[in-house]
């Protein structure tokens, strides 16, 4: 916090209120609803999807008793509290192929993981516990009765509600339902995004690049983010400025989406078409956020869509998409937003920044020596510098009111990525 870290903002414009982006990002979740349709999918095509009415059970899971362990069935009673037990050995249980059976007071079954418990037995001793000699069965003293068993409906009983209509179905959910023997599940329709770039500097993929032109590269992370929430993604391309292209490329979006994202043409250069068509076409609200990057919105209405006009900066795509774009989309699919958990961790250098705006900084974090958290910046924290994007895995979150922190400060982090 030394004078030195207080750069004057160059997006600094005090005379303007600025929506807080809690305030921002509720009113944007307020302003949506989640979209009607749904369609039964086997499950190999339900990643991902969101569960469109409630999971309920049809079987106990397990659904029988059976054992934890290899080992001995075994009745508890027979077990003695402090010596040896002797026991006869009179059959097998293997998973899939039960003891046909009863185990009498004296008798033992070898028993495998998943076996069936057979008849009259209560209790599994492992076999590392167990000595065999012929056909007699020696348990060494402290074997607790009724021990290695799983229980019928242990973790599912039949009639259960398992999972609640807008549940995201990733692995374990899927897992969950396959283990219920159900081969399909009913999901809400996938939500379609339609997305393009506008701008006459800017130039597709593979052509050459002529004096002021860049490469069209917010469709690709747009691309990518949207593919990786589950929607289904409408890449309408780059779209020349001019008014009637523009006015084409909103009418073609909003016939065909639930939501329409684009980025650049939301701050306050000359006025270029995206602007006036909006304003034009549908009702959209041009808002400035305290936050860096991702300043300038636009957020409205397209016809039946959802529009969200990003900032074109690179990084401010990324970041207003993940703080307000995705858990819009989120509610509009049905389910609830989940953004991931804010952690604190010690920064290993120096963060610079000046007082007025939330910043998302891009940092990488890691395990410290000491087990507590440690992250550092990933290199220059301008909107257009995407590498620092690129090499981090998390944003470091500094209040609007900090003037930069320290090295050994602790901050506030936020990871980009869960557990597939
Ligand atoms: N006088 C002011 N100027 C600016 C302000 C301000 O408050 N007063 N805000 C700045 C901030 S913050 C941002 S963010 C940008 C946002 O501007 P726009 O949303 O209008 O975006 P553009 O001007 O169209 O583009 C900004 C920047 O991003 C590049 N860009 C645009 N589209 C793409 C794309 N598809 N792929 C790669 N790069 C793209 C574009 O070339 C510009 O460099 O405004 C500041 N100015
Ligand atoms: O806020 Mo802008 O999005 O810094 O570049």
Redesign the pocket.
Same mark, same amino acid.
């Given at each position: 916090m030394t004078a030195s870290n207080q750069d004057p903002d160059?997006?600094a $414009?005090p005379e303007q209120k600025l929506l807080s982006v809690e305030e921002a990002r509720q009113r944007i979740l307020d302003a949506v609803a989640p979209v009607t349709g749904d369609e039964v999918l086997p499950l190999r095509s339900a990643l991902g999807r969101v569960l469109a009415e409630p999971l309920h059970a049809g079987i106990d899971v397990p659904g029988f008793a059976n054992s934890a362990m290899d080992g001995y069935a075994v009745r508890g009673a027979d077990l003695a509290p402090d010596g040896t037990t002797e026991l006869q050995l009179t059959g097998q249980a293997m998973a899939g192929a039960p003891f046909a059976g009863q185990v009498e007071a004296g008798q033992a079954v070898r028993i495998m993981t998943g076996a069936v418990l057979p008849e009259g037995a209560d209790t599994v001793v492992m076999q590392e516990r167990v000595e065999v000699d012929g056909d007699r069965v020696r348990i060494g003293a402290g074997q607790k009765a009724g021990a290695n068993v799983r229980h019928p409906g242990e973790d599912i009983r039949a009639g259960e509600r398992v999972l609640e209509a807008g549940t995201r179905l990733l692995p374990p959910q899927l897992g969950v339902i396959a283990s219920l023997g159900q081969a399909e599940a009913r999901v809400r329709r996938r939500l379609r995004v339609a997305f393009f @770039? $506008? *701008?006459d500097?800017?130039v597709g993929l593979g052509r050459p690049l002529g004096p002021g032109q860049?490469? !069209?590269? +917010?469709?690709y992370s747009l691309h990518a983010m949207l593919t990786r929430l589950g929607v289904e993604v409408i890449d309408l391309g780059?779209i020349p400025d001019t008014r009637e292209a523009v006015r084409a490329a909103f009418t073609d979006a909003a016939a065909q989406a639930d939501a329409v994202i684009t @980025? =650049? =043409?939301?701050?306050? =250069?000359e006025a !270029?078409y995206v602007k006036e068509t909006l304003e034009a076409m549908g009702e959209v609200d041009f808002w400035?956020i305290a936050m %860096?990057? *991702? %300043?300038?919105l636009a957020i409205g209405r397209l016809g039946g869509a959802r529009f969200f *006009?990003?900032? =074109? +900066?690179?990084v401010?795509?990324m970041a207003t998409f993940y703080q307000f774009t995705q858990p819009a989309l989120e509610k509009m699919m049905g389910t609830t937003p989940s953004p991931p958990p804010l952690l604190q961790a010690r920064t290993a250098a120096p963060l610079k920044k000046s007082p007025g705006r939330l910043e998302f900084q891009r940092g990488w974090m890691e395990s410290a020596e000491d087990g507590g958290l440690q992250v550092r910046p990933t290199g220059g924290q301008g909107?257009?510098l995407m590498t620092s994007m690129s090499r981090a895995n998390c944003f470091i979150i500094l209040p609007a009111e900090s003037n930069g922190v320290e090295a050994g400060e602790t901050v506030q982090v936020q990871p980009f990525a869960g557990l597939v």
């Open positions: 160059p997006c $414009t @770039s $506008t *701008g500097e800017l860049i490469y !069209d590269s +917010n469709r780059v @980025s =650049g =043409g939301v701050s306050v =250069g !270029d400035r %860096k990057p *991702g %300043k300038p *006009g990003l900032p =074109g +900066n690179p401010s795509v909107s257009h």
